[in-house]
């Protein structure tokens, strides 16, 4: 195993060239098994969970290459090529799923296109029970019969599914994601109402629109898709990563330096963006991608309530957190997407930080600052966190179990390497 060790105190200052987005991209591959033709997508980020996906892409029969770094437009992220030619198996196995939640998104493109998937259930997870059961009873209303036998999934479709009528009861990426896959082959019309808005949402129906899909109300709650027979190869630039983003954003922040995020676009962390002016950071658009500063400026507290997209997103609610614990005043985060997501708390507090959990909230005092420490990472937006804490800390920090960051973070400590921070890693012995 691995660990990063940080030596704190530096202010970041300089460039860094945000990648495209992981969240963007795993169903963006699920898509390949929509279509017997070439799906190739550029600006892929090199990361574990895509990894993952690419061989879960293989189980059922697609073929995966990547065809080098892409020169077009500037952009550096690699190119992928996906082609399902035949779907081989429809079997997404327990040892490949438990890896990644996202997997569960080859079971609405597979049983669109093959009629059956049987696809293991994700399980549990660490940042609360993260149940499928939206995403199950969305392709019920599709036509789907969905059995749950000896902890897998049994979908099956035999002359194929129709569109229906489905409302969220509660807003989910993951299956806003997996209703839109399978109604695009879906015989007729289907509308989707209380549909998440997220700009991964916007971009996978970008690419399926080129696929030849028929898609309504794009960005916005309703989603009216018109199935069509079969769907078409395409090309799709993965939009940039906004968690990515989000998390330099604060990292300059919490240093108290400026950073240029080359390729990232503001409008996809508004809210965010609102919340870190609001502790005295300076966030705009510059060049065609986002500057932050917090050169001169004190870090003052504010409140974050997580929300669906256009609200904070969940996945900086750690990240922000740590900016508090050492800003000047006390603020509330308070989370409503995922319960038991504070698994940082307890290691931030060891770096000293004053936080006091009540329910689904963590009420931050700042503090002056914090101190290095051993710390454990626990989920992927949780390590960023610390992070970002053993980049402000005084001292050395040192954050084990980091294969949770390389699930989501391109070579992290080489990027913030570029802008000055005191970062290594190392082989974890202990
Ligand atoms: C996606 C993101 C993840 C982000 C999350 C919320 C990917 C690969 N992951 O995860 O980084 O943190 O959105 O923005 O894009 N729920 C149910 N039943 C279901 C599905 C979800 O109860 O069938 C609940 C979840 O437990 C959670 C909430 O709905 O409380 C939102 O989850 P969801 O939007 O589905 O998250 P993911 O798609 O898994």
């Known amino acids: ?127 609360g029970t993260r149940p499928v059961d939206i995403h199950l009873s969305g392709l019920e209303a599709l036509g789907a019969e969905i059995e749950v036998e000896s902890g897998y999934i049994r979908a099956s479709a035999p002359g194929g599914l129709r569109g229906g009528r489905f409302v969220f009861p509660k807003v989910s990426v993951g299956a806003t994601e997996n209703m839109l896959l399978a109604a695009s082959l879906a015989r007729g019309e289907t509308i989707l109402e209380n549909a998440a808005r997220e700009p991964e949402i916007t971009d996978l129906c970008e690419c399926l629109m080129v696929m030849g899909a028929s898609i309504e109300g794009v960005g916005t709650a309703t989603l009216t898709v018109e199935g069509v027979e079969r769907l078409s190869g395409a090309r799709h630039e993965i939009m940039p990563d906004r968690i990515e983003a989000g998390t330099y954003a604060m990292a300059a922040a919490i240093t108290g330096g400026s950073v240029e995020l080359e390729g990232a676009r503001l409008s996809d962390i508004e809210a965010a963006a609102a919340q870190l002016r609001k502790t005295g950071t300076t966030i705009e658009t510059r060049n065609g991608g986002i500057f932050v500063s917090r050169a001169n400026a004190e870090l003052v507290a504010a409140d974050v309530e997580t929300d669906p997209y256009p609200g904070f997103p969940t996945d900086l609610q750690a990240q922000f957190l740590a900016l508090m614990t050492v800003a000047d005043g006390a603020s509330v985060i308070t989370e409503t997407i995922f319960e038991n997501r504070f698994m940082h708390v307890p290691e931030l507090q060891r770096m000293g930080a004053d936080i006091t959990l009540q329910g689904n909230a963590a009420i931050v005092r700042g503090i002056d600052h914090l101190t290095g420490a051993p710390v454990m990472a626990s989920d992927l937006r949780a390590s960023a966190s610390l992070v970002l804490a053993g980049l402000a800390a005084e001292g050395e920090t040192e954050v084990r179990r980091i294969y949770h960051l390389d699930r989501g973070y391109e070579r992290l400590e080489e990027k913030l390497r570029l802008v000055g921070a005191d970062v290594e890693r190392l082989e974890d012995d202990g």
């Open 1 to 127: 195993m691995e660990k990063i060790r940080i030596r704190g105190g530096n202010p970041l200052n300089g460039v860094i060239r945000i990648g495209g987005a992981k969240n963007a991209a795993l169903p963006l591959m699920a898509a390949c098994l929509l279509t017997d033709e070439r799906l190739v997508l550029s600006n892929v980020p090199h990361l574990a969970d895509i990894t993952t996906m690419a061989n879960l892409l293989g189980q059922h029969g697609a073929r995966v290459s990547l065809e080098g770094a892409a020169g077009n437009g500037g952009h550096v992220g690699r190119v992928m090529s996906l082609s399902a030619p035949e779907i081989a198996d429809t079997t997404a196995p327990y040892d490949l799923v438990r890896k990644m939640r996202a997997s569960v998104l080859v079971l609405g493109p597979l049983v669109a296109r093959a009629g059956e998937a049987t696809v293991s259930m994700p399980g549990g997870c660490a940042i």
